[in-house]
């Protein structure tokens, strides 16, 4: 107890809270409902796709990833849903295509490609460096500092 206040109310604090090994993040994505939308999406994009809108079905597969979530099915598909949205794109549209996103579309986008890097396969390494070239080109290096120090990847 403090003897200036004759006050113990400063150890209502819990400060082990903010510890790092007990810091939990907030599970946003709703599972079930994770995968409804991601089932909705998939059939709006598959039908702009057919329709050979390339550029109007990026941003819809780029509204709300499912970051954070534990469910690797889920995060799976979703992966290569947007890696074949991005390799359908003709290296001539690409700046287009970005230039129609805005900051957190970009930021998503980027962290598509990054996650491409990681787990795409050979013939998706030239379109997703055209992707970051364009994206860099517009979004600077604080595009690229958010999605690396972002908590919620993909």
Do not use: W
Not at 6 to 13: E, I, L, P, T, W
Not at 83 to 93: M, P, S
Not at 96 to 107: E, N, P
Request: a negative charge; one cysteine or more; aromatic letters at 6%.
């Amino acid at each position: 107890m403090s003897k200036k206040t004759r006050s113990d109310q400063f150890r209502d604090a819990d400060i082990d809270m903010y510890d790092e090994d007990q810091y939990v993040d907030d599970d946003d994505t709703g599972g079930d409902n994770a995968a409804a939308q991601l089932a909705d999406r998939e059939g709006r994009v598959r039908t702009l796709i057919s329709n050979g809108n390339h550029a109007g079905a990026l941003p819809i597969i780029l509204e709300a990833p499912p970051t954070g979530s534990k469910d690797k099915t889920l995060n799976t598909k979703n992966i290569s849903l947007v890696l074949d949205v991005l390799t359908r794109f003709k290296t001539a549209e690409i700046e287009k295509a970005v230039s129609g996103l805005d900051a957190d579309q970009q930021d998503n986008l980027m962290k598509y490609i990054y996650k491409g890097f990681s787990e795409g396969g050979e013939k998706d390494f030239t379109i997703l460096l055209s992707f970051h070239e364009k994206v860099y080109k517009l979004g600077g290096l604080g595009c690229i500092m958010r999605v690396l120090t972002d908590r919620k990847t993909l």
